[in-house]
């Protein structure tokens, strides 16, 4: 059948066929997947847009400056979106060799929760269900998976104050930017990440996360970039979207292979400054409440 749609008492919708219908499909803690290193060109006179002209940051004679990545792996996709609990940035998706895909997350770390949907299937057994179709023979829905149900659909902020010389120091207005401990395998030239965040009060007590569907690009001034010492750094940052109990949070955190590049402290008035922060549109979180979803799933 097509066309169907299914209402709660209240009369709210419970499912329409006549849109799209996405299901859970797998959630769980992220786990560290990999580290990537940050780059800087090799000589100030080598044209930028050749990759050859970049290599690794190292700190002292033995360690790459890195940035740590974690995600999780779906199988089977079709178009996949994840919302996630706690702090983390998608810094992008990776098809592997036996076809599943990967989501790798910066800024994140193991105490972060996932929830990722996709398009319903005709891929689960069960002996009590309800399925429909489009006239095509593809599937519209599907009771043996748990449906995608957003409750909220938030902006995010403009920038907040700026300093003397008119760069922004937190990337949204009533926000906060903050140094704090690197994530990721222990490394004794460990170092300071710099992030700034948000928060957006939802209802007190209800477990929210939160989906990003496109998000922009930030350069960080960071004076004291390595172990709080004075080792400035101009580095590329990205922003995400993450869901807390009570609420949700944005936030731009470096972006795992960033360039690096020396940062020279004149005209800088504050440890952490932004700039090159776009402001001619605002990303929109998705929100979706937790409560009714099965964790772990897969």
């Given at each position: 059948m097509s066309n169907l749609t299914a209402y709660k008492d209240t009369g709210e919708i419970l499912f329409d066929t006549n849109l799209i219908s996405y299901g859970l499909v797998k959630s769980g803690y992220l786990a560290y997947s990999q580290?990537?290193?940050?780059?800087?060109?090799?000589s100030a006179g080598l044209d930028p847009d050749q990759g050859t002209n970049w290599t690794?940051?190292?700190?002292?004679?033995?360690?790459?400056?890195?940035?740590?990545?974690?995600?999780?792996?779906v199988y089977n996709w079709i178009s996949p979106i994840s919302f996630i609990v706690g702090p983390g940035c998608l810094?992008?998706?990776?098809?592997?060799?036996?076809?599943?895909?990967?989501f790798l997350y910066s800024n994140a770390g193991t105490g972060t929760k996932f929830y990722c949907f996709d398009l319903m299937a005709?891929?689960?057994?069960?002996?009590?269900f309800l399925k429909t179709w489009d006239t095509t023979g593809r599937i519209t829905f599907n009771s043996l998976q748990p449906p995608l149900n957003i409750v909220a659909a938030i902006q995010a902020p403009g920038p907040g104050t700026v300093d003397q010389y008119?760069?922004?120091?937190?990337?949204?207005?009533?926000?906060?930017?903050?140094?704090?401990a690197e994530l990721g395998p222990a490394s004794p030239y460990r170092r300071k990440r710099a992030t700034s965040r948000v928060n957006i009060p939802l209802t007190a007590g209800v477990e929210?996360?939160?989906?990003?569907?496109?998000?922009?690009?930030?350069?960080?001034?960071?004076?004291y970039s390595f172990n709080g010492t004075d080792n400035s750094a101009q580095y590329g940052g990205q922003e995400g979207a993450y869901g807390y109990?009570?609420?949700?949070?944005?936030?731009?955190?470096p972006s795992a292979g960033t360039t690096n590049a020396q940062l020279f402290t004149a005209g800088y008035s504050v440890?952490?400054?932004?700039?090159?922060?776009?402001?001619?549109?605002?990303?929109?979180?998705l929100v979706i409440a937790t409560t009714d979803l099965v964790f772990p799933y897969n």
């Open positions: 580290s990537w290193s940050r780059r800087e060109l090799r690794p940051v190292v700190i002292y004679s033995d360690s790459s400056f890195t940035d740590a990545l974690y995600g999780f792996t810094n992008g998706t990776v098809i592997n060799a036996d076809g599943s895909m990967t005709d891929s689960l057994a069960g002996s009590t008119g760069r922004p120091v937190t990337t949204y207005a009533g926000g906060y930017t903050q140094k704090e929210y996360a939160a989906f990003l569907p496109w998000s922009r690009s930030v350069a960080f001034n960071d004076l109990v009570g609420g949700i949070s944005f936030m731009f955190g440890p952490i400054s932004f700039s090159n922060l776009p402001t001619d549109r605002y990303p929109v979180a």
